[in-house]
Structures are given as structure tokens and as C-alpha cells.
């Protein structure tokens, strides 16, 4: 009987890493554009501190998604 050993080199390492970061970049710009269609423009005379907030939240959101997802879903 034969066995199957799973071996793990460094470049897929790296490679998964990459794809990760590039994960938390494109998660970061689509959820910042989003807030930024929802929310509007901050810098204009409407701009109200609670509106930079939310949209500091999200993109916090967006990026430790961006960062979990990629480890939990490639296993």
C-alpha cells in the first residue's frame, strides 16, 4: 500500500501569501468604494465625523477579511 505524503514547499508559501495580500488590497478598494457610493463624498459641506468612522470601520472590516478568509479558505 502506498502512502501519500502532501510535501510543502517555500515558493507555494509564498505564493499563498501573495494571494493573500492581494486578497486584503482588492477586498480594501471594493469595500471603500462602496462606502464611498453610500456615504458620499466626506470633504464637502455635508461631511459629518461620523460618516469617516463608519467608513474607517468598514474598511477595518474589509481588510481583516481580506486577511482571514484567504487562511481559513485555503486550507
Known sequence: ???HR??????G???RLGARIIDMIVVNIIIGAIT??????????DFR???LLIDLL?????F??????????CN
Do not use: K
Request: hydrophobic share 50%; glycine share 10%; aromatic share 20%.
Open 1 to 3: 500500500m502506498e502512502v
Open 6 to 11: 502532501e510535501v510543502h514547499s517555500p515558493a
Open 13 to 15: 508559501f509564498l505564493n
Open 36 to 45: 464611498v457610493f453610500l456615504y458620499g463624498e466626506f470633504f464637502y459641506e
Open 49 to 51: 465625523p461620523i460618516d
Open 58 to 62: 468598514i474598511d477595518l472590516l474589509g
Open 64 to 73: 481583516l477579511y481580506g486577511l482571514i478568509f484567504p487562511i481559513v479558505g
